[in-house]
């Protein structure tokens, strides 16, 4: 998708892509609930369908 990292944060790793920087949110290596995915998704302009086909 265009992201470079995950590099190291002061409280959360993150990826970058040009200037826009998304912060990884889950620093503890556990599963996250699908609500939080979708923010995710939303903030990096990603569809749910974009999303499944990756998984493929």
């Known amino acids: 998708m265009g992201y470079e990292g995950p590099f190291h944060g002061s409280k959360h790793n993150f990826m970058r892509r040009g200037r826009h920087k998304l912060r990884i949110p889950n620093p503890h290596g556990d599963d996250i609930n699908v609500s939080l995915l979708i ?5 990096v302009g990603i569809s749910k369908e974009e999303w499944d086909r990756l998984g493929e």
């Open 39 to 43: 923010r995710i998704l939303r903030e």
